[in-house]
């Protein structure tokens, strides 16, 4: 299992009964999560939520507030910043346990002999974009939404990256990726992180199972001569490592080294928080 434990402005409190309570800096948030199917470890700490995401039967859902947040507020790990807060859907701004690849990519970069060229696909907020810039990469960032665009070079501001590091794209990654191969381009690093079911900027739709082999495909052949990495994340519930394991394998034609686990938290109340699945290709064998 790749366990994320790198926090201090992060933690998981407690689990139970379909949600988890997290502790946001000085904030204390409940979501709901439907794999936290056991119950709470400790009641009495879920009476310390600022806040609760309450799923509504339509398929939506809304924050309640017990207290007067502030509109966004900042966590930080060694160097790097970034903002959250409560989304309009149940998200922050930030997946913590992305910190455990943030880890895995900040060893890769640094023991490479010229400053590598990462492309980060589905990249979100840039919670990759920034940790990578920031142990030395150059990074492409492409991902459809441009609100999230925006806030990912407000985190790379934060964290003092030089701008030089990034470029953002705001385009269908299919496309975008589909256009890198017709120009040449090539990168040391490639890591993605798929939505279940998303759309491109013009609409173009993003349905996992039936794309992420192609895309997984097109993107072996980006790899430069001086490959770092090839990193696959899903957080698609009922989708093992293995999955994504098998698919990097088979796209490495069996070549270099495949690591594929479960990624979790810890959870301070006891046991770990499931977030989903990484698969890492590195060229050693
Ligand atoms: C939940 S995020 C991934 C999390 C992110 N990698 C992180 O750790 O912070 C999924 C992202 O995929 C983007 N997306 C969905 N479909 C897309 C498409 N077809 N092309 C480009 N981006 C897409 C969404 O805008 C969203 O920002």
């Known amino acids: 299992m790749f366990i994320c434990d790198s926090w201090q402005d992060y933690e998981v409190l407690d689990t139970g009964g379909g949600e988890k309570l997290e502790r946001w800096k000085d904030v204390v948030l409940c979501r709901p999560d439907p794999q936290v199917i056991w119950p709470k470890a400790n009641p009495a700490l879920w009476e310390k939520a600022d806040a609760r995401y309450l799923r509504s039967s339509a398929g939506g859902g809304e924050w309640e507030f017990y207290r007067k947040l502030p509109e966004r507020w900042v966590l930080e790990l060694g160097a790097l910043k970034f903002y959250v807060r409560p989304t309009g859907f149940k ?19 640094k023991k490479a002999k010229k400053r590598p060229m990462i492309l980060n696909l589905f990249a979100y907020t840039g919670g990759a974009t920034v940790a990578c810039a920031a142990a030395g990469a150059h990074v492409t960032h492409v991902d459809a939404a441009k609100g999230m665009t925006a806030w ?18 705001v385009e269908d990654v299919k496309a975008f990726v589909a256009r890198e191969l017709r120009r040449g381009n090539r990168y040391d690093g ?22 992420l082999y192609g895309l997984a495909e097109l993107c072996a052949q980006l790899l430069s001569d001086t490959p770092a990495f090839y990193l696959i994340n899903g957080y698609t519930t009922g989708f093992a490592a293995s999955v994504l394991g098998n698919i990097l394998t088979r796209c490495m034609n069996g070549k270099g080294k495949v690591d594929a686990e479960e990624l979790a938290l810890p959870v301070t109340s006891g046991g770990v928080l499931p977030c989903g699945a990484t698969a890492r290709w590195t060229p050693d064998a």
């Not at 998200?91 to 970069?109: C, D, K, S, V």
């Open 91 to 109: 998200h922050t701004g930030l997946f913590p346990e992305q910190a455990a690849n943030w880890e895995f990519m900040r060893e890769r970069i």
């Open 152 to 169: 990912a070079k407000e985190n790379r501001d934060l964290s003092g990256v030089p701008e030089e590091r990034t470029r953002f794209i």
């Open 190 to 211: 490639i890591l993605m992180d798929p939505p279940s079911y998303g759309r491109g900027p013009g609409g173009e739709v993003w349905k996992l199972e039936n794309e």
